[in-house]
């Protein structure tokens, strides 16, 4: 069930993270205890030695992770690339965790985002000019349903298949919609599981989206692409036959740099991040060289 795999996902983040932050405690006093010693070894006088060597030991202790790190984000985004490699589209990094693809597939618009959990969400172009979600029933689901989309669940689903829930701005169109045979065997596809994946399908204004969470990177290749893609375009048909909802309701900003722009301010963060840093380091570097020792 869908809240068995988010549980089991929460749980390995929340692990992870108490690991990160007990081997940076450790990390981090190893490398206080260093530059004191450094340091407290002798007097230190402007331009030293020594003091180069206290002021250069935490920026090589730090250089070593982060070097790991980018190979390790390199190696990942790559074996990523190659996986969508047969459609022609390039990725795009931001930061350490999330990495994007756009383009066309045919003759609609294109757009996938991996990011932490990890998660997959791939977008296809059509206008529903509607917004709908298909999930996995059960009581996590609902009250996601309830608290954030402040809407309760279309009951009898319009869907035969057990444990599904639908939520639709558009009750109509949506069962309109899911009386194809062919939309209903696209969405019924998409939502199959592996042990600790677990999807989500969504009708967005400007697009059909495609979201699968807590899968292994492994899961992200070519065969798997070629057929989450060849029910997204049945399903988007499916869609462009029904025609626009009655609605009409259009993409919000916030939706529309979701899909399309999400790395670029985040891209934007990190670089201020990473300049403030550096700044901050090479004030500190300047001031202890010029001023220490001295009476």
Known sequence: MYEKKVGRAYGRGCLLSCGVMVVGAVFGTLLVGTV????????????SPRLALALLVPIVFMAVPWAIAAV???ARSRRLDRAFAPWGVRGRQAGAVMRSWHGEIGGRSFDAWFHKGPTLELYLGCEPATRAVIRRAGRLASAFARAFEAREPISPPPLDLAGVSVVAEDEDWMRRLLSRSAAA???TALLEESPRAAALVFVAP???RYVRRFMPVSEVEPDNLRTWLADLERLAAAVDAVGP???AVRPTRLETWARTARDRFLNAVLLGLAAFFVFVLGALFLFAFLNVGTP
């Open 36 to 47: 004191l010693v450094i340091i407290r070894g002798g007097d230190v006088e402007p331009r």
């Open 72 to 74: 390790v984000v390199l």
């Open 185 to 187: 065997a696209a969405v």
């Open 206 to 208: 400007d697009a059909v």
């Open 245 to 247: 909802s009655p609605t």
